[in-house]
């Protein structure tokens, strides 16, 4: 399992995807989704050059990326997975983006501790597009008042929009439906599609796709 040749393989079916549909292959990013691997895997997708990664919890996102951080600058860290209100400022802190931006309550916690820390990561709304009721996200019948709320009255930094289909249906009419509500948003950025998917999803206009086992094989079990 060579993290380095994976990289390689994603990027070019990244700009398959791409061009199969007429886009720039340079409009869409990978996110390396690292969770539950250790740090020295992380650096080997380092050392290749790869500098975006999403992590899925705060603390083990504190405890890998600190001091990666501070050797790699141009590292960016995405926060891919729910997040606690009594995380917000340790999430603010850390994080360049939140992805999972999904409940009033979040959004004025995140609020205040941008105001707090000074810091504003770039924030992505989690639509739950397939309405599965264990699954975060606001509903799409929601999302064009939340999103107002949002970005007109707390003033977030709100560049996009996030979905995860249910696991066991066709995704791309969850992608087409996610592509739909931030149009008819001016939001730009569509953060859709893992490794069973994300051609599909740049097919139907991602700018973002969270790869994890492309990448970096077989996840270990959660300890
Ligand atoms: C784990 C995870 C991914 C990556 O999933 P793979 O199937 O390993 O590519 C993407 N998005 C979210 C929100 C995740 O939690």
Excluded: W
Excluded at 47 to 52: D, K, L, P, Q, S
Excluded at 94 to 101: R, T
Aim: proline fraction near 5%.
């Amino acid at each position: 399992m060579d993290i380095r040749e994976n990289l390689e393989k994603v990027t070019g079916q990244i700009v398959q995807a791409a061009e199969s549909v007429g886009r720039d292959a340079a409009e869409v990013e990978l996110v390396a989704v690292s969770k539950r691997h250790p740090q020295a895997r992380i650096e080997v997708a380092l050392e290749a050059g790869h500098r975006i990664f999403g992590e899925n919890r705060v603390q083990e996102a504190q405890e890998k990326y600190e001091a990666l951080k501070a050797r790699y600058p141009a590292l960016e860290l995405h926060l891919v997975g729910p997040l606690q209100t009594n995380k917000a400022k340790d999430a603010v802190e850390l994080f360049d983006v939140i992805q999972s931006l999904d409940r009033l309550k979040l959004a004025e916690a995140l609020a205040k501790a941008m105001k707090q820390t000074g810091r504003a990561p770039k924030l992505f709304i989690e639509v739950n597009t397939g309405e599965e009721e264990q699954k975060a996200g606001v509903l799409p019948q929601e999302a064009d008042g939340f999103i107002r709320v949002c970005r007109d009255e707390l003033g977030l930094p709100v560049i996009g929009l996030m979905c995860i289909p249910p696991a066991h249906e066709e995704p791309a009419p969850h992608f087409a439906l996610l592509s739909k509500i931030a149009e008819r948003n001016g939001l730009r950025e569509l953060s859709m599609g893992m490794s069973g998917d994300f051609e599909t999803a740049i097919k139907l206009g991602a700018t973002y796709v969270r790869v994890g086992e492309a990448i970096f094989g077989p996840r270990p079990k959660a300890a």
